[in-house]
């Protein structure tokens, strides 16, 4: 059984900066794509950032040169790196992995989101 688990969620005034962590935990045997989605009540979860194993990144049109995403393999951790917040950054942030695990089986696994507010 693998887990992930987000933390650094809270409230910030607009302008301001979050770190977000999600720690992979459980029978890892190797994690390929890391990434961290966002929801909105109502809305589809979309798309925020991405890193692969060998260290490529992406990001959604809304947060370039705003949000920087990283990874420290050996603690099977991924990092987003929130500046300039907007209030429509406001959402619940998850982490999201392709993780496979030692008995070889690879499994697409979800942390359970971390809420970001952004106000004044």
């Known amino acids: 059984q693998v887990q992930l688990v987000e933390s650094g969620g809270g409230l910030v005034q607009p302008g301001g900066s979050l770190r977000l962590s999600c720690a992979g935990s459980?029978?890892?045997?190797?994690?390929?794509?890391m990434g961290w989605y966002r929801q909105v009540p109502g809305k589809q979860r979309e798309f925020v950032a991405r890193?692969?194993?060998?260290?490529?990144?992406n990001y959604a049109d809304s947060v370039k040169g705003r949000f920087t995403i990283s990874r420290d393999n050996a603690k099977n951790t991924v990092y987003l790196q929130m500046n300039s917040l907007k209030p429509e950054d406001t959402a619940v942030y998850y982490c999201?992995?392709?993780?496979?695990?030692?008995?070889?089986?690879?499994?697409?696994?979800w942390g359970q989101g971390t809420l970001v507010t952004v106000s004044s």
């Open positions: 459980g029978s890892i045997f190797t994690i390929y794509a």
């Open positions: 999201n992995a392709d993780i496979t695990t030692t008995a070889r089986s690879t499994l697409n696994t």
């Open positions: 890193i692969d194993s060998g260290g490529s990144t």
